[in-house]
């Protein structure tokens, strides 16, 4: 059983560009959620969907940042007209179902580079 | 905000000491769980304690848990140069699985 999958690994953009991040969550998985984490600080939660649907996107910029989870493919993070402070890495994780007290599978992570 | 504050940011020991890392937070939570990064990587599931819980084990770990205090500690117990890394406490509030995660602690073991 594959891990969650996040492509590109690494990506570079110049400001004013589109960043477009892929995530597969787990086979099984209906379940995902998004972070971004900072040089030297812990994870960030941004953006938590399920199927066609966005449950929570508290934790997304108001502006440029905008997540889905088509019904086929993977969920996608999309990161309009970026800027030098985008410069992070983005995790994805899964989880069966949503409840308090499952675990949830992380991704490698994308590390988005703004020149 | 961070719900979590790990403590100390960063800790450097000799192979086959104790390191002992503590987390804080703030809300009442579902559970409590913590994560490992190592540099570069994604993060991996440590151990999940319920609210219910004051203690949990897992081969080398030992966690804790005081919800009176708000608080919990990570033991590791027989540290190995391949238990560098990051360690971090992630809570769960409310209804949903979204985690919380603190800043971290940098644990560096040295052979």
């Known amino acids: 059983n594959a891990g969650v999958m996040q492509n590109p690994r690494h990506l570079v953009r110049r400001r004013g560009q589109e960043a477009r991040l892929r995530c597969s969550p787990m086979?099984?998985?209906?379940?995902v959620y998004w972070y971004r984490q900072l040089p030297e600080e812990g994870l960030k939660f941004m953006v938590y969907?399920?199927?066609?649907?966005?449950?929570?996107e508290s934790g997304m910029p108001k502006e440029r940042f905008s997540a889905e989870f088509p019904k086929e493919g993977p969920s996608i993070l999309r990161i309009q007209q970026v800027v030098r402070g985008d410069s992070a890495a983005y995790f994805c994780?899964?989880?069966?179902?949503?409840?308090?007290?499952?675990?949830?599978?992380f991704g490698p992570g994308t590390r988005l580079t703004v020149t | 905000s961070q719900q979590g504050e790990e403590d100390p940011q960063a800790l450097s020991i000799q192979e086959g000491e104790n390191a002992t890392m503590n987390c804080s937070y703030k809300?009442?939570?579902?559970?409590l769980q913590w994560y490992r990064q190592n540099s570069g990587r994604g993060l991996v599931h440590l151990i999940l304690?319920?609210?219910?819980?004051r203690e949990k084990h897992s081969g080398r770990l030992r966690v804790t848990l005081d919800t009176s205090k708000k608080s919990s500690s990570l033991l590791i117990t027989a540290s190995r140069a391949a238990d560098t890394a990051s360690y971090f406490c992630?809570?769960?509030?409310?209804?949903?699985?979204?985690?919380?995660f603190g800043a971290g602690t940098r644990l560096a073991v040295h052979p």
């Open positions: 086979k099984g998985h209906s379940h």
């Open positions: 992630a809570t769960v509030s409310g209804g949903y699985n979204k985690l919380i």
């Open positions: 809300t009442s939570i579902n559970n």
């Open positions: 994780a899964s989880s069966p179902v949503d409840r308090g007290g499952n675990e949830q599978y």
């Open positions: 969907l399920q199927k066609e649907n966005i449950i929570d």
């Open positions: 304690i319920r609210s219910n819980e």
